[in-house]
Nanobody, 124 residues
Framework: VQVVESGGGLVQAGGSLRLSCTAS????????MAWFRQAPGKEQEFVTA????????LYGDSVKGRFTISRDSAKNTVYLQTESLKPEDTARYLC??????????????????WGSGTQVTVSP
């Protein structure tokens, strides 16, 4: 499976962006797709994940209530709608896919396909 992100950019605090991630290749075996983010000098952080089968989702505490993940199975695409963005949301957002789910969607070790990321910059 390969994944490619798009939709990042520069936005003012309080604004919103919609990120997209499209999968290709062995998409029939995708179990979970997720977003992580990496800010300079910080550990990679789990943002959200969605079950490909039933659409159940999980969010990191720092984005709960502001970000929403959704999927379009027909397009092999997940979306991350971000709202009420804060400067601390500035990071490179990476999409990941998992074809052999083993139980912890918040762990980067769960995922076997990663995109190169899309940059989100939130100005004060």
């Amino acid at each position: 499976v390969q994944v490619v992100e798009s939709g990042g950019g520069l936005v003012q605090a309080g604004g919103s962006l919609r990120l997209s991630c499209t999968a290709s290749g062995d998409t029939l075996n995708i179990k979970v797709m997720a977003w992580f983010r990496q800010a300079p000098g910080k550990e990679q952080e789990f943002v959200t994940a969605i079950s490909w089968r039933d659409g159940m989702s999980l969010y990191g505490d720092s984005v709960k209530g502001r970000f929403t993940i959704s999927r379009d199975s027909a397009k092999n695409t997940v979306y991350l709608q971000t709202e009420s963005l804060k400067p601390e949301d500035t990071a490179r957002y990476l999409c990941a896919a998992d074809t052999s789910y083993s139980g912890d969607p918040t762990s980067r070790r769960e995922y076997n396909a990663w995109g190169s990321g899309t940059q989100v910059t939130v100005s004060p």
